[in-house]
């Protein structure tokens, strides 16, 4: 696959098939990603791999502590308190986008939470990948550890398969810091679901707005 055709053919999934991923294909594509950019070559990724009972049991806990609803506080802001524009309008019509798919209405907030809640499933996806950094990472680290899952992303539809990139696991620091055995120094950054494309799925028609080239890029020079 060209490089070109994974970028166009990415897309966040959000219904997996129950079908498993092998195992090698796993270790080769995370194997081959870590050649990904990284300022001082500090490589400040650590990932945890789970499929099977450990996935299972992850699930399981995150379902029963949403059932008490039980709550607990991100270590960062996924996205800033106080959102301007474009960027608000952005985030807005790419979830409404979502939800008029899915026959969610705008005033049923329970139908929303429990599309939020799939995302405590994988969305039935058969692995898990979560990314960990030191605690002393800043800004230029999150970008490296951005570009390394973006290789993941790319390289997985080399193999035929699919993800979702998951900012929303951020909301479990303490659960997943017992279920992935983190050290005090270690914070987690974000999840991302690995699978095969349920075709059938209506979710999966969603692709999300692009801006116009000369809306977000200025040449320089060109015309001299």
Same mark, same amino acid.
């Given at each position: 696959m060209r490089v070109s055709e994974a970028i166009k053919s990415r897309m966040t999934i959000r219904q997996f098939l129950d079908k498993?991923?092998?195992?090698?294909?796993i270790r080769e594509i995370i194997e081959t990603a870590k050649r990904a950019p990284s300022g001082g070559n500090l490589q400040p990724w650590t990932v945890h791999v789970l499929v099977g009972k450990p996935l299972k049991a992850l699930i399981e806990d995150i379902e029963a502590k949403v059932q008490k609803g039980e709550t607990e506080d991100p270590e960062y802001n996924v996205y800033p308190p106080e959102l301007v524009d474009p960027y608000k309008t952005r985030r807005r019509v790419v979830g409404q986008q979502l939800y008029d798919l899915i026959g969610v209405p705008r005033s049923d907030t329970p139908g929303k939470l429990k599309q939020l809640a799939r995302n405590y499933r994988f969305f039935d996806a058969p692995v898990g990948i979560f990314?960990? @950094?030191?605690?002393?990472m800043e800004i230029g680290q999150y970008a490296d550890v951005g570009m390394f899952m973006e290789n993941i992303?790319? @390289?997985?539809? $080399?193999y035929g398969l699919d993800t979702c990139p998951q900012e929303a696991w951020a909301r479990w620091p303490e659960t997943l810091k017992k279920h992935l055995s983190l050290a005090d120094h270690e914070m987690l950054f974000c999840g991302m679901a690995l699978g095969y494309k349920d075709e059938s799925a209506v979710i999966n028609e969603l692709v999300s707005e692009? $801006? $116009?080239?000369?809306?977000?890029?200025?040449?320089?020079?060109f015309e001299e």
């Open positions: 498993p991923v092998p195992e090698e294909t990314f960990v @950094l030191h605690r002393q992303m790319l @390289l997985a539809r $080399e692009r $801006e $116009e080239f000369e809306n977000f890029v200025t040449l320089h020079g």
